[in-house]
């Protein structure tokens, strides 16, 4: 009785074990091909960065005047303020490998510097559109938000108020720009939008 029980065990692990074997393999060889493509990378030389697709931040076509005796208002402006007069770039996605092969080593501490701009702006604009939002301000906070998605934020915040909004103003057909704006990000971030925002509108 116990021979059939002992053929399959051994028929299981000789299963897993060719299993384990073959997925350690293919790591290995991951492995390998990263730190080939390291390499190569870290030997590029430094390249001119005219190519990068800038974010302009245009400050006077925002609500900047508006609910400035608010103090998370005022700390939001500030914020922007500094980052106006920064170079901001949207790099989410992008290895700092990638970065490396295509722009050179030398300039990947000025690329991780855009990009950290990048993400200061994108979060700095869903707090003050949040903050908007909460004094009662639908009408500006649309307009800040509108522009959060213009330069492809990926904060899923972002999405679902300026949603919130079209829907509380009447402006439901328009939540499907959103998630057309959704589909085309990059990353984990564009499938959790996706998938948050055709949950909360299953009939768009």
């Given at each position: 009785m116990k021979i059939p029980?002992?053929?399959?065990?051994?028929?299981?692990?000789?299963?897993?074990?060719?299993?384990?074997?073959?997925?350690?393999?293919?790591?290995?060889?991951?492995?390998?091909?990263?730190?080939?493509?390291?390499?190569?990378?870290?030997?590029?030389r430094k390249k001119p960065l005219d190519n990068l697709e800038y974010v302009f931040l245009?400050?006077?076509?925002?609500?900047?005047?508006?609910?400035?005796?608010?103090?998370?208002?005022?700390?939001c402006l500030d914020t922007l303020t500094i980052l106006k007069d920064?170079?901001?770039?949207?790099?989410?996605?992008?290895?700092?490998?990638?970065?490396?092969?295509?722009?050179?080593?030398?300039?990947?501490?000025?690329?991780?510097?855009?990009?950290?701009?990048?993400?200061?702006?994108?979060?700095?604009l869903q707090k003050w559109a949040n903050k908007l939002y909460e004094l009662g301000d639908m009408t500006h906070a649309k307009i800040v938000l509108e522009y959060a998605v213009s330069v492809r934020s990926d904060v899923t915040a972002t999405y679902l108020l300026l949603a919130a909004i079209y829907s509380q103003s009447g402006l439901s057909e328009r939540i499907p720009e959103l998630i057309s704006a959704a589909e085309k990000l990059t990353g984990t971030s564009g499938k959790i939008i996706l998938r948050k925002l055709q949950e909360t509108y299953p009939s768009l």
């Open positions: 029980f002992l053929a399959t065990l051994f028929l299981f692990l000789l299963v897993l074990g060719r299993a384990l074997k073959k997925n350690t393999k293919a790591m290995n060889e991951q492995e390998q091909s990263f730190w080939q493509r390291e390499r190569a990378a870290n030997s590029v245009p400050l006077e076509q925002l609500p900047t005047e508006v609910h400035r005796d608010d103090a998370i208002v005022q700390e920064s170079k901001i770039v949207n790099l989410t996605g992008i290895t700092n490998t990638d970065l490396k092969l295509t722009y050179g080593t030398a300039n990947i501490t000025v690329l991780t510097e855009y990009d950290q701009n990048y993400t200061s702006l994108v979060t700095t």
